[in-house]
Structure formats: C-alpha cells, structure tokens
C-alpha cells in the first residue's frame, strides 16, 4: 500500500426495474419492516433478489455493533461472519447461524426500535459535491479536484449502509432530486466507546475491536492484504487517523497501476483509492482504510493494508487513539466454525 499524506402511507406501486440487464423486483418497505428473520434459510427468494428478511437481519446485526458490511438483502459470508460476530459478543457458542437463541436477542436486545425501513427527504445538500464519474486509470483520478459520489443514490446508499441496488429496489421510480420523499434503511448510530486493542484476523477476513476490559466492542467485515501484497504480521500500533485524505501513489515503493510510472498525488473524496478515512499504523505505509468499493469488502484482496466499507471504517476511527495496538492474526473468536 503507498504511503499517505496524513495525511417516509408505506405503499408504493408493485413496479419492475433493471439493474445491470438483469430484472428485479421492486421492495416494499412493509415486507422488511415485517418481515421475520426466523424464515431466513426456509424460504428462497429468486437468485439475485434482495431477501426482505436477510435485509432485516443485515440491519439488526449493524445495530448491535457487528457490521454485515453492505446491507444489500443477499446471504453471503459476510452476513455469516456479523451472525459469528454477534455470537461471539453475546457470549454465545459462535458458529455463524442463525438459530432461535441469536434470532430472539437479535430482535429482543436490538438498541433502538426504530422501524428497519424509514423515509428520508433527499436534500440539496445531497445533491451538491458531485462528479460525473471515476476514471479508473490513477493518472486520471489525480487531474481531478475530488473523487466525491457520482449520484445523489449513491450518497445515500453509503450513509445509510446499503448496497446501491437495493436503494433502487426500495425506490425504482425515483430521480433522487432534492424534496423527493425515498425509503431508506435505519442502520442506527454508530457504535461509542473507546477501542484499547484491535485484530485483524487475516483468515476469516475480520476486524475485531475490544475495550481495555476485554469486552468485544464491534466486529467488522475487512479485506486484508492478498497473497501477491499480503498484510504485516505481528502487533503493530494506531499512529493517528485522518479523514478525507489525498492518497500518495508511488510506484516504486509498493504497486504499479496502469501505466503510471511517476508519484501521484490523488484528491481526497469517498471515491478514492482509500475512501474517507486512513488509520495510520507504525508499520510504515500500511494503515486500516475505506473503500470506494463497499460490495466488495473481503471479495477481493487490497495491497497488503486492511479496508472497510468507509462506515465502519468511520465508526473504527472514532473509537482510537494513537498507541491502540493492532494485532494481525489467524483465526478470532469471532469466526464461524
């Protein structure tokens, strides 16, 4: 990894849309809010379909501090691991499924009772900061003034944990223009409380961060190195954070992208090749960063550091200090068996 400048009546017409060529059916915001997390595994919805249920479960595991990573309605290994991570904060035997026991304090316990599907009223502020779109080639990216969000969806899809189709399954009729009413999921507030130690567990690709007493203070989802740039072993340590950074690009120093062969500077935005936050690690050019890929958080490998949906990363940050120790190891008490 190069080095860093530290640097909403809730019905709405039954409507069909197309995402990527591939028709999906519209949600109702009734069918997550009563929908039951106990069917999850008894009822099959069509492949590529965002399950209400599973949308419930992804929110309510977010809630209780153990991040599913995008909360998109499909099952998966990340929703696996929030449910291991869940177990492993509850003191639970820690597998990974959802049986009665998890079901029942998912809903009992939850810390808010908030409907999981709310209405949102999109605002001018949403709409502004904008960019048409995100060349992939560095060269390109470090012309540009920002890497800022290229819809008003996809700022919402972010701030509200979810995955960009499922925020068009809830509203396929909308442009998103500011005073448009949306339905949006409530992932509630992020997680308090001051981190003392953190893992980063390079074999079930999970962040785990606990408090001085010991006590597991949230889990999250993380890509950690790959095998071509795996990640530093060892104990290293927090050396600072800083949001919304510009991302130095040195090709001698770590990876060549492209045809880029000279020192970038790349502006700062949710888009960048970091995201909206760098934890700075004393392990030189390494740190615990965003995305600006969130649905692919532990479905491709990263250049040796470890990255988070820029939510969790958010949240991570808020919760250090510099000298907060980062353990990198293999198997956590919070991985499914």
């Known amino acids: ?73 499909l099952s998966g290994e990340n929703v696996d691991k929030a449910v291991a991570g869940f177990e492993a904060m509850n003191n639970l035997p820690v597998d990974g499924r959802l049986d009665p026991e998890v079901a029942s304090r998912l809903e009992g316990n939850a810390p808010i009772v908030a409907p999981i599907v709310e209405s949102y009223v ?48 809830l509203n396929p009729a909308s442009q998103f223009a500011p005073g448009d009413t949306v339905w949006v999921v409530n992932p509630g507030p992020p997680r308090g409380g001051k981190v003392k130690r953190i893992e980063a567990d390079r074999k079930t690709g999970q962040v785990l961060a606990y408090a001085a007493d010991g006590s597991l203070l949230a889990v999250y989802p993380a890509t950690i190195g790959s095998e071509d740039n795996p990640a530093p072993s060892g104990k290293h340590k927090v050396k600072g954070v800083a949001r919304m950074p510009v991302y130095r690009y040195d090709p001698k120093r770590n990876f060549k992208q492209g045809k880029n062969d000279k020192v970038l500077t790349i502006p700062k935005g949710p888009n960048g090749p970091v995201g909206t936050v760098w934890i700075d690690l004393t392990e030189p050019t390494y740190g615990i960063h965003g995305t600006p890929e969130p649905k692919l958080i532990d479905k491709v490998g990263s250049h040796g550091c470890v990255r988070l949906t820029n939510w969790d990363a958010e949240e991570l940050a808020a919760m250090v200090k510099p000298g907060v120790v980062v353990d990198f190891v293999t198997g956590s008490p919070a991985a499914p068996k």
């Open 122 to 169: 999109v605002s001018a502020e949403d709409a502004a900061g904008l960019v048409d779109k995100i060349p992939e080639d560095y060269g390109e990216k470090a012309k540009m003034q920002s890497l800022g969000y290229t819809s008003v969806a996809e700022k919402l899809s972010e701030r509200f944990h979810m995955g960009i189709d499922l925020v068009h399954a």
């Open 1 to 73: 990894m190069s080095s860093m400048k530290t640097a909403l009546t809730m019905s709405l017409l039954a409507l069909a849309f197309s995402v990527g060529g591939a028709a999906a059916r519209e949600l109702r915001p009734e069918e997550i809010n009563t929908a039951s997390i106990a069917s999850i595994g008894t009822e099959k919805p069509a492949p590529g379909d965002p399950d209400p249920a599973i949308v419930r479960l992804q929110v309510l595991l977010d809630r209780a501090g153990s991040s599913p990573g995008v909360i998109d309605g």
